[in-house]
C-alpha cells in the first residue's frame, strides 16, 4: 500500500478484503484474512502457490444493511453497487447491455486494494443484463475482443481505485460500529434501479431521477404516477429551490427485479483441503446441499467429449469440499480459473491486452454458478445460467484518467 503508512492502519485496511464489518465471526474471519493478489498463465497445470493461495468467497445476509454503505469499502453481492468514487460513475454505453440496450443490473463487487498508492482502495463492479440470450449472444462476441472488431458485451466489469488521501473518505479505517456519513455525498442515482447516475428528471414531478428513458417508463407504469401527482403539489408549495434533496419515497429502490443483497465473507480454500463430514462442511447452509448440486450437475449435462469429462471431474473435486461458494480469487502469477469444462476457455491469445495501458491482463477472481440460487434465479429453459464468468484486469491496475475502469469478463456457459 501507500508508502510511509504505519503498518497497524495498513492492516487495518487490509482486512477489509473481502470480508465482513459487522458479523459476529469477526475475530475468527480475521485470522483468515490474508493478502489476495492473481495472474494469467498458459500452462496446463495451475501453479502450486497458486492452488495454495485461492480465497473462496460466501455470501451471508448482512447483520446490519448499514455495513454495506461505500465507507465501510464492502464485498458485496446483489442489492444496488456501493460505488468507490459515488461521483464520476460509468456514462453512456457503459451502462447498456450492448446487445439489447437495457440497462445492467448490477451483480456483485469485491474491494481489493494493492501495494501501490494509487490502489490504496480499490473495488472490482460486475453488472450483466438479466436476458439468456443476450448471455448466449456474449459468449460469441468474447471471441471478437482480441482482434480489432468491436464486440458488443452484456457482461461488464469496472475497475475503481483511489490514493489513501482522496476527497470522498477519511484516511482513517472505518469504525464498524460508526454512524458518520461518507465525507461527500454522491451522485443522484436512478429511482428505479439505484445503480446508474440519474441523468433524466421526471417530467411531472421534477423530482424523480432516471438511468434511461426506460426506466422511467417502468416505474411509471409501476406506481410512480400515484407519487409523482403528490410530488408535483407538494413542490408547488415548496420553495422552488427546494430540489437539493430528494423525498424519502424516492429514496428506496423501486425495482422489484433487484437481486437480494448479501455481504461476501472469505475463506481460504486451503482451509477446505482435509478430509470432512458433509455436515461440517454445509453447516452454515444458506441453501440445502441438493439445490447446490443442482447447480453444479447442470453443467454436466452438456459434456462435449471426454476432455470435458476429465475437466468436470478436476472441477467437482475441488468445488465439492466447499459446494456454496459463489466467487474464487486468486491474483497471484501462476493462477487460473477453474473451467469446469475445457470447451469454450479462452487461449492466452483471446485475453485482450488493456484498453488504458495496453499492458497484459491477468486473471483476478470468478463467479460460480451458485450466486444464481442466492439470487432466487428460476431453474427454467430461458433462466439466466452460467458454469462460471472469469474476471481479467489490468496486471499493472494502471492508472488512467477515467475513475471507471473497464476491464474483461470471459463466460463460459453451461
Avoid at 83 to 104: K, Q, Y
Avoid at 272 to 291: A, G, H, I
Avoid at 326 to 340: E, F, H, Q, S
Amino acid at each position: 500500500m501507500a508508502g510511509g503508512l504505519k503498518d497497524d492502519d495498513t492492516e487495518e485496511f487490509k482486512g477489509l478484503r473481502i470480508t465482513s464489518l459487522d458479523d459476529e465471526s469477526d475475530e475468527e474471519e480475521e485470522q483468515n484474512e490474508q493478502d489476495i493478489v492473481i495472474d494469467e498463465d498458459d500452462e496446463e497445470e495451475e501453479d502450486e502457490e497458486a492452488r495454495n493461495s485461492v480465497v473462496l468467497g460466501f455470501v451471508k445476509k448482512p447483520k446490519t444493511a448499514r455495513s454495506l454503505l461505500r465507507h465501510f469499502f464492502p464485498s458485496k453481492a446483489g442489492g444496488v453497487p456501493a460505488w468507490l468514487d459515488p461521483e464520476n460513475l460509468p456514462s453512456g454505453r457503459s451502462c447498456f447491455c450492448d446487445i439489447c440496450d437495457e440497462p445492467l443490473q448490477f451483480v456483485l463487487q469485491v474491494y481489493a486494494p494493492e501495494e501501490k498508492q494509487s490502489a490504496f482502495h480499490r473495488t472490482l463492479f460486475v453488472f450483466m443484463c438479466t436476458s439468456m440470450v443476450c448471455l448466449r449472444r456474449d459468449q460469441h462476441e468474447q471471441w471478437k475482443c482480441h482482434q480489432d472488431k468491436p464486440s458488443r458485451r452484456s457482461v461488464k466489469v469496472f475497475r475503481c481505485q483511489l490514493p489513501r488521501d482522496n476527497p470522498f473518505y477519511s484516511s482513517e479505517p472505518p469504525k464498524k460500529d460508526s454512524i458518520d456519513p461518507p465525507l461527500k455525498a454522491g451522485a443522484a442515482l436512478c429511482n428505479w434501479c439505484g445503480s446508474w447516475k440519474g441523468i433524466k428528471r421526471c417530467t411531472g414531478c421534477r423530482r424523480a431521477l432516471y438511468c434511461s428513458e426506460k426506466h422511467w417508463v417502468k416505474h411509471s407504469r409501476t406506481g410512480h404516477e400515484h407519487d409523482c401527482q403528490r410530488l408535483r403539489i407538494n413542490s408547488q408549495l415548496a420553495d422552488s429551490s427546494s430540489d437539493e434533496t430528494t423525498p424519502a419515497v424516492l429514496l428506496k429502490v423501486a425495482s422489484n427485479n433487484v437481486w437480494p443483497e448479501y455481504k461476501i465473507i472469505q475463506e481460504s480454500e486451503s482451509s477446505y483441503e482435509t478430509d470432512m463430514p458433509d455436515d461440517t462442511v454445509c453447516s452454515n447452509s444458506l441453501v440445502s446441499s441438493n439445490r447446490t448440486d443442482d447447480a453444479l450437475m447442470s453443467i454436466a449435462e452438456n459434456f462435449e467429449g471426454d476432455d470435458d469429462r476429465k475437466s468436470w471431474a478436476s472441477f467437482h473435486e475441488r468445488i465439492a469440499l466447499a459446494p456454496e461458494q459463489v466467487l474464487r480469487y486468486c491474483r497471484i502469477p501462476g493462477a487460473k480459473p477453474l473451467w469446469p469444462v475445457s470447451s469454450g476457455r479462452p487461449s492466452k491469445a483471446d485475453i485482450p491486452k488493456c484498453s488504458y495501458c495496453a499492458g497484459p491482463l491477468c486473471f483476478e477472481f470468478q463467479i460460480m454458478p451458485q450466486l444464481l440460487f442466492f439470487f432466487d434465479v428460476k431453474n427454467d429453459v430461458d433462466s439466466l445460467d452460467w458454469a462460471t464468468i472469469a474476471v481479467y484486469t489490468c496486471e499493472a491496475s494502471c492508472d488512467a484518467s477515467v475513475a471507471y475502469k473497464e476491464e474483461f469478463a470471459w463466460v463460459q456457459l453451461s
